[in-house]
């Protein structure tokens, strides 16, 4: 690899990292909702124009993914609901609704922090942003701050656990 390439290459690694941190800041918000946190921002010459956090309980609705908020409120921006030339930054792979609406909305490229082996849709359980049979496929890259994004999902889930322990113990 070329000097030039490795530079290119540092410089996007710590553009997706500067990102990343504020899809983690947006997952930190629905973890304060007793959400999944799960955040996501959209970027678009260099301008964050969409974010989003998980709110399916506070919202009652299947549709209130961080994804989706963020899609929504990047073409409210841009005018248009194509987001091409546009980056989605999320702390959490993406499931098939939202991988769907990433097709769908044309994103450019996906930066996914931690995989979700249960239920992802960009790599885990399939990839539904490389189909070729669809008339458009999304760049992925994985494991940006992978360790805090995990973390999160990780610590959310234990609290989870405990609180429904001490829950059945007050009964």
Aim: charged share 30%; hydrophobic share 35%.
């Amino acid at each position: 690899m070329s000097t030039e390439n490795t530079d290119l290459c540092a410089e996007q690694k710590k553009l997706d990292e500067k990102y990343m941190r504020e899809a983690i800041r947006q997952a930190k918000k629905a973890y304060k909702l007793d959400e999944t946190p799960i955040g996501c921002v959209i970027v678009h010459d260099g301008k964050i124009i969409g974010r989003g956090y998980n709110r399916r309980n506070t919202d009652k609705s299947p549709l209130a993914h961080a994804e989706i908020t963020a899609i929504k409120k990047a073409s409210k921006k841009l005018g248009d609901w194509r987001l091409e030339e546009c980056t989605l930054y999320v702390t959490l792979e993406p499931c098939q609704m939202c991988a769907g609406a990433i097709i769908q909305s044309r994103v450019t490229r996906v930066v996914v922090g931690c995989m979700n082996p249960k239920a992802g849709c960009a790599g885990s359980v399939l990839n539904l942003l490389d189909v070729k049979a669809f008339n458009h496929q999304a760049e992925l890259a994985t494991g940006v701050l992978e360790e805090e994004c995990s973390a999160l999902m990780t610590g959310f889930f234990r609290e989870l656990r405990e609180r429904k322990k001490m829950l059945k113990k007050s009964i």
